[in-house]
Each structure stands twice: as structure tokens, then as C-alpha cells.
């Protein structure tokens, strides 16, 4: 795969930034970018809110994660709230966000959630609800294991043949199936290869982008750090070796599934 090397950017970035960086690092990247990227943890997964802005037609953005990421508190531009950036682009119609197992999607922990969005249909949540009470089952786009496939069915005959632009962070699988640097999700690598099939059958995937590996955290800001630090989960990680292997097969598996 052609590379770009944007290392120097790695600390600077991680986790959050203040905006004047983030519109530095656009100015002198985006030009250069494919419409399908492989870039880094998750902890970078709000530069996706970046990559949607080459695109000028209308688009449904997909997006697979473990966390909704649709905190409305400050910062701007970080990891916890870039899905209100994408809701702020003219041309994303609607965002869908599949396969959410942590706690952000419940009540308490949702009080400072985007549900003004969920209330004006422009951005649906589908929560993992296995191992909830049963009145969390009610929930709006609530999803089961044994019913997720038939919910995702429904929503991609919704879309009627609309252009797509998928995201996948890895902590929405399984951890044997990628390692993080956030708490793993729930979803098989099989499972992404379906919906993926699903999504091309009745729509156009027009661009995306896979990030979520692990990588070691780096900061610039020890505001950044403090914040990083913070919020994320005490992981036990396996081996170094361990991690590239794991996490390079189930790339190898999910690429070409989304950037054929």
C-alpha cells in the first residue's frame, strides 16, 4: 500500500488537539490522502471527521466502534466528540454508529450525549443490549446478538442506494480478534466482513478508513496526557509480537473487504 509517513504528528494529536493544529494538519495532508486510509489507534479516530470533508456529495457515514463518541463537552477535536464534527458537515446526511458496548450509551453516562441528534433522526445509535436489563432493550436502536443482523438488514434497504462512507475502529471486535488501546467491542471479524457485503449489495462505498491498533501513547500536552490518561481503561497487553500478529491478520482480512 502507498504510505504517508505522519509520525511527527503522532504526539502532537493523540487522544485531542486544539484547533489551529488540527487545521495545520489538514491544510498539509488531506490534499495528499486516498479515498479508503489505514492509519492509527483509536485514540486518532476523530481525524475521520477530517477525512469526511474531501467529500462534497451527499453521504451516509457508517461508522463500527465500541463507543458512540458523541460526547457534546469540550475538547472541540478529540476522540470522545468527533461525531458531532461529522454532523456539522452540510453533506453527511445521517450517521449510524453500530456495535457500542460500553457504558455510554445508558443512563447516567449519557447525560452529556448528542441525543438532540438521535431526537431529530439525523444520527442512530445501535447499542449492544445482551447484558442489560430488559427495559434497556427498548431502547431506541438497541441491537441483540441474536437480532443485530436482521436490525442491519433493515437499515441498509433504508438507505435506498445511497453513497457511504464507512469507519471502523477496531475495539468494536472481540479482543482476540484486535488488540486496542480501549476496551474491545463485540463484534467478529466475520462479522464486519458481512455488514461490508451487506452495505456494497444496495449502496456505493464511496470512501472509509480503519484505525483502532494499538500503539504505544506519546503526548505533546500535559493537559492532553492528563485527559488521555484519564479516560482510558487499565489494559493487560499481550507481547509486542503478539499484538503486530494479531492485528495485522485481521487487516489483512478486513482491507479488501472495504476497499475493493
Known sequence: ???IDARNWGARLRFSAPSRLIEKFHDEYAPRLAPF?????GDFHYLT???????SEAVVLVSFDNHPDWDVRPPKWGCGGW????????????????????FECWWPHNIFANRAGEREGRLEVHPWADNRPMKHRQRRGAILRDNWRDHFEM???????ADVYVTIDLDCLRAKDAVTNWESGRFTITDLQWSLGKLREQSRIIGGDICGAYSEPKYARWKQRFASEWDHPKLNLPAADEIRRTNF????RLWPELAH
Open 155 to 161: 437499515f441498509v434497504a433504508s438507505l435506498g442506494g
Open 49 to 55: 471527521a477530517l477525512w469526511l470533508r474531501r467529500l
Open 37 to 41: 486510509i489505514l492509519y492509527g489507534s
Open 249 to 252: 491478520a485481521t487487516l489483512e
Open 1 to 3: 500500500m502507498p504510505a
Open 83 to 102: 461525531i458531532n464534527r461529522a454532523l456539522e458537515l452540510a453533506h453527511v446526511q445521517h450517521i449510524a454508529i453500530w456495535g457500542c458496548g460500553n
